[in-house]
T-cell receptor
Framework: EADIYQTPRYLVIGTGKKITLECSQT?????MYWYQQDPGMELHLIHY???????EKGDLSSESTVSRIRTEHFPLTLESARPSHTSQYLC??????????FGSGTRLTVV | AQSVTQPDIHITVSEGASLELRCNYS??????LFWYVQSPGQGLQLLLK??????LVQGIKGFEAEFKRSQSSFNLRKPSVHWSDAAEYFC??????????FGTGTRLLVSP
């Protein structure tokens, strides 16, 4: 079973602050994904990466950015947080066979 | 374009009763199909998946799902629900391009 870690689990931050949500994995998988989950549960793909130096925007437009400098890490950054960014952010890796393994998520609240 | 529909936003089932959660998909070929479960404040855990072959697939925690091509459905079932099954359930589709498309989810409530 691949291990995938997200930190922090919960974050409350003021408007205008810069934040970085961390996502890391231990098994060297190439494909990684960020999903935004609204309070009503729906999941939207906002970023994905198929390997080092590869990043793409997902189906839902997001003001966040991502980087993939190392295989193990896929951090998501918001340069200036706003209340509209309040959501849960889920990171996932593709472990083969079309399925994903998800991290525990980061619940972000911008006040 | 591919899509997944979960028509039930909420379902309440009595403990010990049977469960069926509905999932319909839209895709021109046979997709890879998945069911995930999400407990409050947690990430998603894979329950089961269908790629090809036997249309009835078994998963973890006593769940099973049946793929019906004629109905474009992949419904999740469990013969006897436990209180610990209360969670959100997501059906998802992968068309082979390594991106999962999720349904909107169904919240399962279990009554005593």
């Amino acid at each position: 079973e691949a291990d995938i870690y997200q930190t922090p689990r919960y974050l409350v931050i003021g408007t205008g602050k810069k934040i970085t949500l961390e996502c890391s994995q231990t098994m060297g998988h190439d494909k990684m994904y960020w999903y935004q989950q609204d309070p009503g549960m729906e999941l939207h793909l906002i970023h994905y990466s198929y390997g080092v130096n590869s990043t793409e925007k997902g189906d839902l437009s997001s003001e966040s950015t991502v980087s993939r400098i190392r295989t193990e890490h896929f951090p998501l950054t918001l340069e200036s947080a706003r209340p509209s960014h309040t959501s849960q952010y889920l990171c996932a890796i593709s472990t083969g066979g079309g399925g994903y393994t998800f991290g525990s998520g980061t619940r972000l609240t911008v006040v | 374009a591919q899509s997944v529909t979960q028509p039930d936003i909420h379902i309440t089932v009595s403990e010990g009763a049977s469960l069926e959660l509905r999932c319909n998909y839209s895709y021109g070929a046979t997709p890879y199909l998945f069911w995930y479960v999400q407990s409050p404040g947690q990430g998603l855990q894979l329950l089961l998946k269908y790629f090809s072959g036997d249309t009835l697939v078994q998963g973890i925690k006593g769940f099973e799902a049946e793929f019906k091509r004629s109905q474009s459905s992949f419904n999740l079932r469990k013969p006897s629900v436990h209180w610990s099954d209360a969670a959100e359930y997501f059906c998802a589709l992968n068309t082979g391009f390594q991106k999962l498309v999720f349904g909107t989810g169904t919240r399962l409530l279990v009554s005593p």
